[in-house]
């Protein structure tokens, strides 16, 4: 267990719908990292927040947006979605402003149907 | 070209071998990451390096800036260590940019 909780495990949705993927990180680290697993782009990062505040973007996309909140819990939300947007979506956790000491959740699976 | 390049991209082996998994990059980095994603689909991370080697258990991972590649070694391997290993790479800030995966798949 990495101390890092993804909530939902799983979500099926429509397209044109929002979904909010939530994340809580390991206790007492301040970056919450996002990255997205598909089937034909591999791992990619999305972004990064440290104590609240962005501190690096990856390829996001502009109908995606994250967020960081003062309990450092964040929340990814994904809106208008597409069917190109089903994937398996990972939080990780870090003390620290960088990568070192990276934990992963167990990751929430999107199905865009 | 894909800016990190994993070999092999299978890789098959028998209980007790010594294996090897290849990563070479193309840009410039600050750090190099080994990972594991099992087969249920967590990752774990396994090393963060910048230069030299570094050893967990019977795990050892390797990195030659000058040639911009890195080598995760596994010795004596265990159908355990079946998993699929992602090498990435700090580009700036704490962006990774990640390779397509090597499964390894060991038999007993």
């Known amino acids: 267990d990495s101390g890092v909780t993804q909530t939902p495990k799983h979500l099926i949705t429509a397209t044109g719908q929002r979904v909010t993927l939530r994340c809580s990180p390991r206790s007492g680290d301040l970056s919450v990292y996002w990255y997205q697993q598909s089937l034909d782009q591999g791992l990619q990062f999305l972004i990064q927040?440290?104590?609240?505040?962005?501190?690096a973007k990856g390829n996001i996309l502009e109908r995606f947006s994250a967020q960081q909140f003062p309990d450092l819990h964040s929340e990814l939300n994904l809106s208008s979605l597409e069917l190109g947007d089903s994937a398996l979506y990972f939080c990780?956790?870090?003390?620290?402003?960088?990568?070192?000491?990276?934990?992963f959740g167990s990751g929430t699976q999107l199905s865009v149907l | 070209k894909n800016e990190v390049e994993q070999s092999p991209q299978n890789l098959t082996a028998q209980e007790g071998e010594f294996i090897t998994i290849n990563c070479s990059y193309s840009v410039g980095i600050s750090a190099l990451h080994w990972l594991q994603q099992h087969p249920g689909g967590g990752i774990v991370s396994l090393f963060m390096l910048s230069s030299g080697k570094k050893k967990h258990g019977r795990l050892i991972a390797t990195i030659n800036i000058q040639e911009k590649h890195s080598s995760l070694h596994i010795t004596a391997s265990h159908p355990r260590d079946s998993a699929v290993y992602i090498c990435a790479v700090e580009t700036s800030g704490s962006r990774l940019t990640f390779g397509e995966g090597t499964q390894l798949t060991v038999n007993p």
């Open positions: 927040y440290y104590n609240g505040e962005e501190r």
């Open positions: 990780a956790s870090s003390p620290g402003l960088t990568n070192e000491r990276l934990f």
